[in-house]
């Protein structure tokens, strides 16, 4: 998929505008990054070891 550079300027100046955070400061590109990963599961796949980038769920069940 091709994207104008200019479109991605307007996506991220939404971003900001919707979640008013201004992303070229650290901290506020870290907050959202950190609540995408929350959104998706992927907090902390990267670092199991010989993982496939997901992490394994398993179900609870009684007794």
Known sequence: MRLHVDTVHYRVRRIEYFTRRDLPRLADRLDLWT????????VGA????GGSGRRAHTARGGS
């Open 35 to 42: 609540a995408l990963q929350c959104r998706t599961g992927d």
């Open 46 to 49: 990267r670092a199991a070891p």
